[in-house]
Nanobody
């Protein structure tokens, strides 16, 4: 079992930045791929980024809509994964969820095995 708790959401103006954090506890963090999903109002949940477990090389994946603007990283000593979000747009407004999976990122992005409770990000002027 892995427990995930997100933090760092909030209200930001277009073009601004936010950093989300997801703290993990309860199991061996280093064995998991970690990712971020979001659900915008009226839309399906979308997997947007993933970082693989260290033993898989900590490779990263981004969907096109966030590529070049968002950066995922992990601090294995702190059992935390981050999502640095830059150049935020109105369409980035969503509830953001942290997810974990023991399988590679390609599997996680189809759906996490463990989920956080979500943190709201609102981009508004």
């Amino acid at each position: 079992q892995l427990q995930l708790v997100e933090s760092g959401g909030g209200l930001v103006q277009p073009g601004g930045s936010l950093r989300l954090a997801c703290a993990a506890s309860g199991s061996t963090f280093n064995g998991y791929s970690m990712g971020w999903f979001r659900r915008a109002p009226g839309k399906e949940r979308e997997g947007i980024s993933c970082i693989s477990a260290p033993y898989r090389g900590s490779g990263t994946i981004y969907v096109d809509s966030v590529k070049g603007r968002f950066i995922i990283s992990r601090d294995n000593a702190k059992h935390t994964v981050y999502l640095q979000m830059n150049s935020l747009k109105f369409e980035d407004t969503a509830t953001y969820y942290c997810a974990a999976h023991w399988m590679p990122c390609e599997t996680l992005l189809r759906g996490g095995a463990y989920w956080g409770q979500g943190t709201q990000v609102t981009v508004s002027s």
